[in-house]
Each structure stands twice: as C-alpha cells, then as structure tokens.
Nanobody, 126 residues
Framework: QVQLVESGGGLVQAGGSLRLSCAASGRTFSTYFMAWFRQAPGKEREFVAA????????YYADSMKGRFTISRDNAKNTGYLQMNSLKPEDTAVYYC???????????????????WGQGTQVTVSS
C-alpha cells in the first residue's frame, strides 16, 4: 500500500506558476505508476498527466502540454507537477494518484487508480 499527501496549492494570478508535490509513504513508491488529476466544481475528475514508475515516460492531457511538467524523485518518495502559464480555467482541486500496473489505454481513467491523496486547491485569478 501507499499513502499520498499533496501540497503546494494556493492562489496565483493568471500567467503565474505553481509546483505541486505528492509525498508518498512506503518503500515501494518506485514500483507505482503515478498521475495527477484535477476536479473543478460541478465537473468530473479530469486527467492531467502521468509518469511511469522510474520516470522515463510521461504523458499529458492535450490542454496541459507545454505548460505542465510531471516528474518524480523516487529517492525522496515524491512526485511533482510544475504548472506554468496558469489560466483561470486551471482552477481546481488537484489530486495525485498511484497504481501498480501500467496501461496507456486506461491511464486517463480515475477509476483505474488504487490510491489517492486528499487533494490540494489551486486557484488562478484573472
């Protein structure tokens, strides 16, 4: 099992940047595929980005490509989401998630992830 705790959210002006962190418990973090999702009020949880267990492969939702960067440091049991050029429509609660098996076909589906953090609020003002 793994427990996830997000941090780094906050209020930022449009065009600004934030770096989210996802701290994982346990010594097997490096065996988990990790992703970030977000959920705005009244909307479904949306895939943001994913990264393979050793960090060699990354995947992004089209609207985040070029603005967001997912990374991980397995030595620190921590994943990251660097968000640049933020827009008001990026306002949401951001969650990190983890799963043991990897599938490109299902990586964007929130239901396929076994472990979730509590979320961190990101608010982008115009």
């Amino acid at each position: 099992q793994v427990q996830l705790v997000e941090s780094g959210g906050g209020l930022v002006q449009a065009g600004g940047s934030l770096r989210l962190s996802c701290a994982a418990s346990g010594r097997t973090f490096s065996t988990y595929f990790m992703a970030w999702f977000r959920q705005a009020p009244g909307k479904e949880r949306e895939f943001v980005a994913a990264i393979s267990d050793l960090g060699r492969r990354t995947y992004y939702a089209d609207s985040m490509k070029g603005r967001f960067t997912i990374s991980r440091d397995n030595a620190k049991n921590t994943g990251y989401l660097q968000m640049n050029s933020l827009k008001p429509e990026d306002t949401a609660v951001y969650y990190c998630a983890a799963r043991r098996d990897f599938s490109i076909a299902t990586m964007t589906r929130a239901t396929q992830y076994d472990y979730w953090g509590q979320g961190t609020q990101v608010t982008v003002s115009s």
